[in-house]
């Protein structure tokens, strides 16, 4: 599947319960596995962003659910 992509360590964000939720990808998923309750198919064509927020809960999404993070400046 052609798209964006992101690496590890990548601080991003997307939609969640209404809001926006902002965090870092922690893994690339090449293969069906689970975070949390939640179960996720992925392959090396649609890969899955296991992304952590900064309150350390995790998800899976589609590389188009996510956004680069706008990094805030001191």
């Given at each position: 599947m052609?798209?964006?992509t992101f690496?590890?360590?990548?601080?991003?964000?997307?939609?969640?319960?209404?809001?926006m939720?902002?965090?870092?990808v922690?893994r690339?998923?090449?293969?069906s596995?689970?975070?949390g309750?939640f179960?996720?198919?992925?392959?090396k064509?649609?890969?899955?962003?296991?992304v952590e927020?900064?309150?350390?809960r995790?998800?899976?999404?589609?590389?188009e659910?996510?956004?680069r993070?706008?990094?805030?400046?001191?």
């Amino acid at each position: 599947m052609a798209g964006e992509t992101f690496q590890i360590g990548e601080r991003v964000s997307w939609q969640s319960g209404g809001r926006m939720a902002v965090g870092r990808v922690v893994r690339v998923a090449t293969e069906s596995g689970r975070v949390g309750d939640f179960v996720y198919n992925a392959s090396k064509e649609d890969p899955r962003y296991i992304v952590e927020t900064d309150e350390g809960r995790r998800g899976a999404h589609r590389a188009e659910a996510l956004s680069r993070a706008q990094t805030q400046r001191a």
